[in-house]
């Protein structure tokens, strides 16, 4: 697992899958375009939700959470990385959100 900038994040979005792991009220704030929505405390019932064979960039509201999930991920054989700062980086930076 990796901590990846906000920047590499929007990089890699069309070869990597977006996790977003913030509980639903945070979500309603606005997401990452295509992302994937699973609360972190849902994500071992909805792992089958995830291709192994594509690599994850887990997001929550400021890179705690999202850290777990990618160490928790990388675990059980998926690719996964963090992305620092969360959604407060990325809407601090003007990034697209939905």
Known sequence: MAEITITETEQRRSTARILDVREDFEVA????PGALH???????????ELDP?????AVCRSGNRS???AEALT???YKAD?????????TRA?????
Do not use: C, H, N
Request: glycine share 20%; charged share 5%; proline share 8%.
């Open 82 to 90: 963090t992305m620092a700062g969360g959604m407060t980086a990325w």
């Open 94 to 98: 003007g990034l697209p959100t939905i």
């Open 29 to 32: 704030e606005g997401m990452i």
């Open 75 to 77: 675990g059980v054989g």
């Open 53 to 57: 064979a594509v690599p994850v960039i």
């Open 38 to 48: 699973i609360p972190m405390g849902q994500l071992q019932a909805r792992l089958g």
């Open 67 to 69: 850290a777990a999930v």
